[in-house]
């Protein structure tokens, strides 16, 4: 089993920058694809980014393709969202998620542990 905490949240204008970090303990974590998703009030989660367990591969929802960069550090069990020229409609809660089997998971039901979330807020 795997626990996972995001950190690296908080308020930002429109435009601006922030990276957020997970950080994993338990089991060995380049054992795990790790991906990013997000849950804006009133809407459904959603999947934002996805990185394989070397962080060879990674892909990205068209939503935040080429704002947003996700990455690992498996000596550091992190894995980061680096998130660039943010909209409001980026405002959401942020989710690391793990999972166990090989390859990118792209919906919820691929991952099989989930972090607490870190609230993002971009304003207008």
């Known amino acids: 089993q795997v626990q996972l905490v995001e950190s690296g949240g908080g308020l930002v204008q429109t435009g601006g920058s922030l990276r957020l970090s997970c950080a994993a303990s338990?089991?060995?974590?380049?054992?795990?694809?790790m991906g990013w998703f997000r849950q804006a009030p009133g809407k459904e989660r959603e999947f934002v980014a996805a990185i394989s367990r070397s962080g060879g591969s990674t892909y990205y929802a068209d939503s935040v393709k080429g704002r947003f960069t996700i990455s690992r550090d498996n000596a550091k069990n992190t894995v980061y969202l680096q998130m660039n020229s943010l909209k409001p409609e980026d405002t959401a809660v942020y989710y690391c998620a793990a999972r166990e089997n090989y390859g990118l998971g792209l919906s919820q039901t691929d991952y099989d542990y989930w972090g607490q979330g870190t609230q993002v807020t971009v304003s207008s």
């Open positions: 338990g089991r060995t974590f380049r054992s795990y694809a």
